[in-house]
């Protein structure tokens, strides 16, 4: 007897009973519909095509954000324009410049950090054949990223190392992203410029030496953080932690799983599968990117600092008051990051 007729029959005898089959038999035939019925639908954006971005990437690609119950679309928004998305409503969370995020607060925008993935700033200075040594900078320019990114304040922490003032000692241009900056190199357009792996390994190559590897300093950084505005997270707390986990788990396969997660860079870096700079990024950023996505504050401190250069109120900013670690506590003290062993 087919499962139509049986409950057809049995709908004669218990109408009742038989509704509540129907629905047992539904459930068991389809168990994926129940949770896509659950599922948190998520409008997601990076804000960089680069090899420090994986973690978004994986988590949707390797459906992790599935498995914490978000039906996730993921979009690209370059440089801070995610925020001024997230306060319009069109995204909800994004992974975005500290530096970006931290000004924006500073300037009243109703946003928070979540977490941190990246906390170092992993660029590297390389120069010129004319530049000898560091002290030759002097007088000279430095090229880095837009003003206010990670790649210009990279810029500023390497003249401050040196006690130089930006535009007064050594000039600081803004030149793009990485494979701008080494275009320009290349043209003889400036002396020096900041760079990120990949484009490091090929600066090298070209003739372009690192002269300093910012990475050594050990500086907590908000390099890339997840965002989101004050009033999504406090309507959606539990999708707040479920996109915390889902960044968490890609980290940790990203760190592990390269062979896993090195098609997914290619694909959004749109490169071959078997380009070199994947696996050169993954051992060189791997290794600095947050399991535990705790933001530093003293990194905060630092982007405040240099603002209140021109708007001295900011000195009397709290950097606590840029985050919002509850939910990153919570998922600790639960336990949950010690599920990965990262390396």
Known sequence: MSLFVFHRHRMREHPLGTLVAVIVSIACLCPFAVHAAQAKKLRLAFSALAYA???????????????????????????????????????????????????????????????????????????????????????????????????????????????????????????????????????????????????????????????????????????????????????????????????????YLYKTQPELTLPVVAKYMRVSKDDPALRQSQESLGKHMNQNLTPSLDGIKFILDFLAEQRPALKAKNPPDFVDLRFVRELEEEGFFKRFAAK
Do not use: C
Not at 154 to 160: E, V
Not at 205 to 231: C, Q
């Open 53 to 251: 971005n994986p973690p978004f990437w994986i988590a949707h690609e390797l459906k992790l954000f599935e498995k914490y119950r978000l039906d996730s679309e993921l979009v690209y928004v370059g440089g801070s324009r995610p925020i001024q998305a997230m306060l319009g409503g069109s995204i909800d969370v994004s992974q975005v410049g500290g530096a970006a995020t931290v000004a924006a607060i500073a300037q009243g925008a109703e946003v928070a950090i979540l977490g941190t993935v990246f906390t170092r700033l992993t660029f590297a200075i390389h120069a010129g054949p004319q530049i000898k040594q560091i002290s030759d900078l002097r007088g000279k320019t430095v090229a880095t990223g837009a003003i206010g990114g990670n790649s210009y304040f990279a810029g500023l922490l390497f003249l401050s190392k040196f006690g130089w003032v930006a535009n007064r000692d050594v000039g600081l241009m803004t030149a793009g992203g990485s494979p701008e900056v080494l275009a320009g190199l290349a043209q003889g357009r400036f002396q020096a410029g900041v760079l990120t792996p990949p484009t490091t390994t090929m600066a090298t190559r070209m003739g372009f030496r690192e002269i300093f590897d910012l990475a050594r300093l050990e500086f907590p950084f908000p390099v890339i953080s997840v965002v989101s505005t004050r009033k999504y997270i406090d309507a959606n707390p539990e999708v707040i932690r479920n996109i915390l986990r889902a960044t968490a788990e890609a980290i």
